[in-house]
């Protein structure tokens, strides 16, 4: 599984982070997404394709 996050789309609601926490974060100033793991672990992949079908910018991508 590969994730690609577009910042430029992102529109900050959090919704990733709580899905899977070890994927995503988000910056302190304005609330954008960062990815922490392009390539997640297995126990991860099950939260990382929720954020990506949850995200309202559909800002997440998942490539298996």
Not at 37 to 45: H, I, L, Q, R
Request: net charge negative; hydrophobic share 40%; glycine share 8%.
């Amino acid at each position: 599984m590969k994730v690609v996050l577009d910042q430029d789309k992102c529109i900050g609601s959090g919704q990733c982070v709580l899905s899977a926490p070890e994927v995503f974060d988000q910056r302190d100033d304005d609330g954008i997404a960062v990815l922490l793991e392009e390539t997640p672990e297995a126990g991860a992949e099950e939260g990382t394709r929720e954020a990506a079908r949850i995200c309202p910018a559909l800002a997440i991508a998942v490539a298996e």
